[in-house]
C-alpha cells in the first residue's frame, strides 16, 4: 500500500509559479497511475493534470492547460506538478493520488478512479 505527501504548496501573486511535490512511501511509484486534484471551498474536488506509469503519458483539464504540466521521477519515488502563470481561480487544497490498476484517459478526472490520496497542500494566489 502506497503512501503519499503532498509539498510546495504556498501563497503566490498573480502570474507567479509554484512546483508541487509528490512523494511516494510503501511501494514503488512505478507501479501506480498519478493523479493531481484541487478542490477550492464550497467546489467539488476538481481533476487538474494525470500521468501515467508508462511513457509518461499526460493529460491536463482545460481550466489548466499550457500552464500546469505533472512529471515523474520514478526512481526519487516523486511526481511533480509544475504550475505557472498562477490565477486567484487556481487558489486551492491540491492533492496527489494513486491508483495501483490503470486509469484511462476517458475517467483520469473522477476522483473514483483512485484508491490512494495524499493530505494536501494549500495553494493561495493572490496579490
Known amino acids: 500500500q502506497v503512501q503519499l505527501v503532498e509539498s510546495g504548496g504556498g501563497l503566490v501573486q498573480p502570474g507567479g509559479s509554484l512546483r508541487l511535490s509528490c512523494v511516494a512511501s510503501?511501494?514503488?511509484?512505478?507501479?501506480?497511475?498519478i493523479g493531481w486534484f484541487r478542490q477550492a471551498p464550497g467546489k467539488e474536488r476538481e481533476g487538474v493534470c494525470f500521468?501515467?506509469?508508462?511513457?509518461?503519458?499526460?493529460y491536463d483539464a482545460d481550466s489548466v492547460k499550457g500552464r500546469f504540466t505533472a512529471s515523474r521521477d520514478n526512481a526519487k519515488n516523486t511526481v511533480y506538478l509544475q504550475m505557472n502563470s498562477l490565477e486567484p481561480e487556481d487558489t486551492a487544497v491540491y492533492y496527489c493520488?494513486?491508483?495501483?490498476?490503470?486509469?484511462?484517459?476517458?475517467?483520469?478526472?473522477?476522483?473514483?478512479?483512485?484508491?490512494?490520496w495524499g493530505q494536501g497542500t494549500q495553494v493561495t494566489v493572490s496579490s
Open positions: 493520488a494513486a491508483n495501483s490498476g490503470p486509469v484511462y484517459g476517458s475517467t483520469w478526472y473522477d476522483p473514483e478512479e483512485y484508491a490512494y
Open positions: 510503501g511501494s514503488a511509484l512505478a507501479d501506480y497511475d
Open positions: 500521468i501515467n506509469r508508462h511513457y509518461g503519458v499526460t
